[in-house]
């Protein structure tokens, strides 16, 4: 069985000395993560102490957030302080294979910036030319 902690347990641990966050009803020591965090350690600091769920969610986390999170879990919320869980978790896997067109897209755009900015190069030394002639 996990060890069960209480939100007033929590929120004693809300500095990047010792950073404890709640998601889902699952205690997570985030200390150790503070400086590897994507997002920066301040996103962590400001929900250090709290409830985090919604905040975490709302972010759009990837299934490898999700996996690297169970290695910081230490613990559950004590039945008293827990809220069900109702979030939407979107399963990455899926919209990655659903959104091909929109990752493919993304090597044809940065051509289209690349040719307009070599356009507007060849056209500035065209121009610079032309005007010392």
Do not use: C
Request: glycine content about 4%; aromatic content about 8%.
């Amino acid at each position: 069985m996990a060890k069960q902690y209480s939100l007033s347990d929590i929120k004693t641990h809300n500095d990047n000395k010792s950073t404890w966050i709640v998601i889902h009803n699952n205690v997570y020591d985030v200390t150790n993560f503070l400086n590897e965090h994507p997002g920066g350690e301040e996103v962590l600091l400001n929900n250090a102490g709290k409830e985090a769920s919604e905040n975490f969610e709302l972010i759009g986390h990837s299934s490898d957030a999700r996996e690297l999170m169970v290695k910081y879990k230490i613990g559950e919320l004590v039945e008293s302080d827990r809220k069900p869980v109702e979030t939407k978790i979107i399963d990455w896997e899926m919209y990655k294979s659903t959104n091909k067109t929109a990752s493919s897209s993304s090597p044809s755009s940065l051509n289209s910036w690349l040719i307009t900015l070599s356009l507007g190069l060849v056209a500035t030394i065209v121009y610079r030319i032309f005007l010392q002639a």
